[in-house]
Nanobody, 116 residues
Framework: QVQLVESGGGLVQTGGSLRLSCAAS???????MGWFRQAPGKGREFVAE????????LYADSVKGRFTISGDNAKTTVYLQMNSLEPEDTAVYYC??????????WGQGTQVTVSS
């Protein structure tokens, strides 16, 4: 089992920045960790992920150039630096960790609200 705890959400104005953190504990042998978000009335969508082996990163088109995912050397914490935030980025952001290539573990979520 893997436990994930997110932090760093909050309220910010359009154009502002936030940095989310996700700390993993337990059997932290996931090959990748990532961020997803869910806006009110919508399904959960992929935002970004970090593949530990090689450090490859992937981003949703909607956040490319604005968000950056990174991780620590212990491969237990991932960060999401969010710049140039827009009201459309308002959502609950969830951290996920994979097991056998599939996201199976999730954090409790952290609210990000961008005011116009």
């Amino acid at each position: 089992q893997v436990q994930l705890v997110e932090s760093g959400g909050g309220l910010v104005q359009t154009g502002g920045s936030l940095r989310l953190s996700c700390a993993a504990s337990g059997r932290t042998s996931s090959s990748k960790m990532g961020w997803f978000r869910q806006a009110p009335g919508k399904g959960r969508e992929f935002v970004a992920e970090l593949i530990w082996s090689g450090g490859r990163t992937l981003y949703a088109d909607s956040v490319k150039g604005r968000f950056t995912i990174s991780g620590d050397n212990a491969k237990t914490t991932v960060y999401l630096q969010m710049n140039s935030l827009e009201p459309e980025d308002t959502a609950v952001y969830y951290c996920g960790a994979s097991s056998r290539g599939i996201y199976r573990y999730w954090g409790q979520g952290t609210q990000v609200t961008v005011s116009s």
